[in-house]
């Protein structure tokens, strides 16, 4: 079935810097990926939607300047966290679609101390 | 208001009980409807799609009320295993691809 790679699966970085997550689609190409954020006994929220050689689309209140994501080919997205503080700690997940079907990566669980 | 509601759990069960999930949604141009499983913070796996002539699948059968905005989903039987956050979970029409989630209601079954 389709996978998607999520890369690093936990993450613990100092407040200030910045964090790059990757996904990967191993046996599709991914037009599209969508990133989310969970926090702890909340649900998944939609941060935004990349598109292969366009750019994201933000929903609303997420910053396009922080949260860079870039998705150059069809088999890679990524998230870059700028300037990390601890309020960005979350659980960050990306899912693309393949077909009719949604697939998920394993998540990345970063840390801001 | 929240787009899409459940109820907010915990649910602690012994084993072989029946559990009944309730969901509604906001927005009438939802389109398609899912009930996903999450384990201990990891990605969420599909359980079933939600149909409005209702489906199961073995000990699990969902509903969907469109005139009601309510989705269901009843575990007979559960087992330790169906120890895990379900998510209500919907799809916008003509939004490319958008799925809206609900926080999820915790479910532990205990022996």
């Known amino acids: 079935g389709a996978v998607v790679s999520q890369h690093p699966s936990r993450v613990i970085c100092k407040s200030g810097t910045s964090v790059k997550i990757e996904c990967r689609s191993l046996?599709?190409?991914?037009?599209?990926m969508f990133w989310y954020r969970q926090f702890p006994k909340q649900s998944l929220m939609l941060m935004a939607t990349?598109?292969?050689?366009?750019?994201?689309?933000?929903e609303q209140g997420v910053e396009k300047d922080k949260f860079l994501i870039n998705h150059a080919s069809l088999t890679l997205s990524t998230l870059t966290v700028t300037s990390a503080h601890p309020e960005d700690s979350s659980f960050y997940i990306c899912?693309?679609?393949?077909?009719?079907?949604?697939?998920f990566g394993s998540g990345t669980r970063l840390t801001v101390v | 208001r929240k787009e899409v509601e459940q109820d907010p759990g915990p649910f602690n069960v012994p084993e072989g009980a029946t559990v009944a999930f309730n969901c509604t949604y906001s927005?009438?141009?939802?389109?398609?409807f899912f009930w996903y499983r999450q384990d201990c913070r990891k990605e969420p796996k599909l359980l079933m799609s939600?149909?409005?002539s209702g489906n199961e699948d073995g000990r699990f059968t969902a509903q969907l009320n469109r005139a009601s905005q309510y989705i269901s989903l009843l575990i007979r039987d559960s087992k330790l295993s169906d120890s895990a956050t379900y998510l209500c979970?919907?799809?916008?029409?003509?939004?490319?691809?958008?799925?809206?989630f609900g926080q999820g209601t915790e479910l532990s079954v205990k022996p």
């Open positions: 939600v149909y409005s």
């Open positions: 046996d599709f190409q991914a037009t599209t």
């Open positions: 927005n009438s141009a939802s389109q398609s």
């Open positions: 899912s693309a679609i393949r077909s009719t079907a949604r697939t």
């Open positions: 990349s598109n292969e050689g366009s750019k994201a689309t933000y």
């Open positions: 979970v919907v799809n916008l029409y003509n939004q490319g691809g958008k799925l809206i």
